[in-house]
């Protein structure tokens, strides 16, 4: 969202590296399966008067009065409008920080907290305004998504059923990894919109989902929770469509007229381990059922989401793991490892959204919980089990 640094004696704002004197954020957050990125626009708007109109010079007293109720305030000022606090993080400050959120909240302004050298600096802000959304563009876009999964099926598939199954295969896919985040947003309080699905051509039909996620996560546990519930659902549903799609594919007598495909490093390594031991009956050639290149998707799709750069959602989380300064290098050998594998779009997409600093939560000062680093670490599992090494060939 901004830096916040020393100069000559003062805090200096920094918002998307450049200087203003404007503290108050718009931001719109876009979350986007194909491309995996939540893009963030943000800028400066309204003058230090307007900030100061909004946040309400009066109401300094006031907001003073809920900050010291919940932070050990060593000094409270206001800069450029907005009332700021150096204060001593405790503990409790992760439960602080919520609670004055909730405080906040009625007078529609938000907080930020934020290390700044030696001191942690909390500063209250106006509360952007949020767009309201419109169900019925979810709800046409999902019917026109499928009507195009459909068709794509139809192509590959030699009969109504089998395509649907494979629409049926891609859209639980897709819908479940945009679900996990959205119903994670919702217990953190994050305002999101229900999934927009993207109608596609063949052989998919789709270009993914997107949520729109609308304000900014409160900790770097939810900023945490967000990101990792996606793919992880989307993963689980990945798998067992493949199995699904693995146990009815047909089994057919060698013939040598039918070109067999080996399994290569188009593959993913947990999608050769299925088709190792499914189906049961192995004698002959086996012919990949359309459910099974759907789970085949759904892996790759996992997998490029979980990239750790910028804001894929890979990005999120190695924000809220690692911090802001290590993020950016991981940032970069994630785009290194997308471009050496023959990822290229992915890797022109992850630089340009690498590009701008991530926001990182509200509070960034808080530390994420123990369990949630070491979830991370079955993120990293899932990421090589997807991965596939030849994207230049697909
Ligand atoms: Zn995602």
Request: proline share 7%.
């Amino acid at each position: 969202m901004y830096q916040i640094k020393h100069y000559n004696g003062v805090i200096k704002l920094l918002l998307l590296k450049t200087e203003t004197k404007n503290p108050k954020i718009h931001n719109s957050l876009i979350h986007l399966i194909t491309f995996n990125t939540w893009s963030v626009i943000m800028c400066a708007e309204s003058s230090d008067d307007n900030v100061a109109e909004k946040v309400g010079l009066n109401r300094f007293e006031e907001i003073q009065v809920m900050v010291d109720s919940e932070f050990n305030v060593e000094e409270g000022f206001v800069y450029h409008g907005a009332p700021t606090f150096y204060i001593k993080h405790q503990a409790d400050s992760k439960q602080a920080f919520l609670r004055l959120m909730n405080q906040l909240e009625p007078l529609e302004l938000v907080p930020t907290m934020q290390q700044s050298e030696q001191k942690v600096v909390l500063q209250i802000l106006p509360k952007p305004p949020t767009k309201p959304s419109n169900p019925l563009i979810n709800i046409a876009l999902f019917f026109a998504t499928l009507a195009t999964v459909f068709y794509s099926g139809y192509m590959i598939s030699e009969t109504l059923t089998d395509a649907l199954l494979f629409t049926v295969a891609i859209i639980a896919i897709l819908g479940t990894h945009e679900m996990g985040h959205k119903l994670l947003a919702d217990k953190h309080e994050v305002d999101a919109t229900y999934p927009y699905f993207i109608p596609g051509t063949p052989p998919i039909g789709t270009f993914g989902a997107l949520i729109q996620q609308k304000e900014i996560p409160p900790n770097k546990d939810a900023l945490f929770d967000i990101g990792f519930t996606g793919p992880v659902t989307g993963f689980v549903i990945a798998v067992i469509v493949t199995i699904i799609g693995a146990q009815i594919s047909q089994v057919v007598p060698y013939d040598p007229t039918i070109p067999v495909e080996s399994i290569n490093d188009v593959y993913p390594l947990i999608y050769r381990w299925i088709f190792q031991v499914i189906p049961l009956n192995r004698e002959g050639i086996i012919l990949a059922h359309p459910v099974a290149y759907a789970g085949w998707v759904g892996m790759i799709v996992t997998m490029l989401n979980l990239v750790p750069s910028g804001m894929f959602d890979g990005g999120h989380v190695a924000r809220s793991v690692i911090g802001a300064k290590a993020h950016k290098i991981v940032s970069y050998i994630g785009i290194a490892l997308l471009a050496l594998t023959g990822w290229w779009p992915m890797a022109i997409l992850a630089l340009f959204f690498s590009a701008a600093k991530h926001p990182g939560p509200l509070d960034d000062v808080s530390e994420l919980t123990t369990s949630r680093k070491i979830g991370a670490m079955l993120l990293v599992v899932i990421f090589v089990v997807s991965f596939v090494p030849t994207g230049i060939s697909i």
